[in-house]
């Protein structure tokens, strides 16, 4: 027996060795056989139980199998030290902590909302209301108020998103000219910023969703050189402090004499025939103006020998691709918001 245990002990010992030389789960397994398999050593020592006397063989036995069991839960620890070891190893591969954090992303303002914006401050700063409308109007906020009656031929230039025979999707801001006026007695000076809706093809220079602002002021004494400095003050707060404005004869229902508002090309100043933003002729137009129609007045109930006054309507989307040097208006409704922080 004592021989048997001095074995044991030597096997115990070489196992402890090996177990602590093995580095990775293969060798573990090559000590696991070497050591308790069929022909491993532990194998080799229980064999000599057969020649002891018969009387030792129990407790020779009972030493084997606690040896055994040590070695085995040896092992076992050895695998887990292991696969934590591996682990650990794949883990600081995969992550550098002394890696630069991704920074959160924050929303901006839409350029569209900045511009919106932008005009309202400069009217607000020079005393008018802000008035917001509804996008669903009858036609005759729409059209009848401001003197296109149903058969005027202007109907049809305003493509129009009809929901039943009388109610649309307003094609212009407009409408909050007859509405602020039906509520409010002069001296008035409102903006209307919104969105419109127009039945267009959408390509670079369209939506069918865009967005206008109206002015309107109205009380004693209005005249057309009013109309120009608010709107040239407008041009210089949006484009720059040297901008200028034009006004070209048109036609609109609502007001007479009418006119199309152009300002001075931002980029070019007016002064290459080459630029891509005005098409060399130095103007960009902004949109409609005039003064506003007597039939408007009378429409709304105000007294026409007292009262005078203007109005204008500008896309915002166009006062924006101006700003921004944009040559495409469908950039502003993708959602690319590399493109919209740009421009923040
Ligand atoms: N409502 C016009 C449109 O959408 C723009 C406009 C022109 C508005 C002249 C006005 C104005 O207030 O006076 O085309």
Redesign the pocket.
């Given at each position: 027996m004592s021989e048997l245990a001095t074995k044991l002990d030597h096997v115990q010992t070489r196992f402890e060795e090996a177990v602590a030389a093995a580095t990775d789960e293969r060798a573990l397994d090559a000590v696991r056989v070497a050591f308790l398999g069929r022909s491993g050593e532990v194998t080799t020592v229980r064999r000599g139980i057969g020649a002891l006397p018969p009387a030792e063989r129990p407790d020779a036995g009972k030493v084997i199998n606690a040896a055994v069991e040590r070695m085995e839960s040896a092992l076992a620890d050895a695998t887990a030290r292991i696969e934590n070891r591996a682990f650990e190893a794949e883990l600081a591969q995969s992550v550098d902590v002394t890696f630069p954090a991704i920074a959160p992303t924050t929303g901006s303002i839409h350029p569209v909302r900045r511009v919106l914006q932008d005009a309202v401050a400069y009217f607000e700063r020079h005393g008018f209301a802000t008035v917001l409308g509804m996008e669903i109007e009858p036609d005759y906020y729409t059209f009848d108020a401001l003197n296109i009656p149903a058969t005027h031929p202007a109907r049809e230039g305003?493509d129009s998103f009809f929901i039943s025979d009388t109610l649309l999707l307003r094609?212009?801001?407009?409408p909050m000219?007859i509405r602020t006026m039906q509520s409010h007695e002069p001296p008035i000076a409102v903006v209307a910023p919104g969105k419109?809706y127009r039945r267009d093809a959408v390509d670079a220079r369209h939506l069918f969703q865009f967005h206008?602002i109206?002015?309107?002021l109205v009380a004693e004494g209005i005249h057309f050189g009013h109309l120009k400095g608010m709107l040239t003050g407008l041009c210089r707060e949006l484009f720059g402090a040297d901008q200028r404005v034009r006004f070209r004869p048109s036609f609109?229902p609502?007001?007479e004499p009418?006119a199309e508002v152009d300002t001075t090309c931002p980029k070019c100043k007016g002064r290459t025939s080459a630029c891509n933003m005005c098409g060399g002729s130095g103007w960009i137009e902004l949109?409609?103006?005039?003064m506003?129609h007597p039939n408007v007045l009378r429409e709304v109930g105000y007294d026409t020998e007292i009262y005078t006054g203007w109005?204008?309507?500008f896309g915002i989307e166009r006062l924006a691709l101006t700003r921004y040097d944009i040559d495409d208006i469908r950039r502003f409704v993708e959602c690319d918001p590399d493109f919209l922080t740009q421009l923040a």
């Open positions: 305003f094609p212009h801001t407009s000219q419109c206008q109206e002015g309107l609109f609502f007001t009418s949109g409609g103006a005039g506003v109005a204008f309507g």
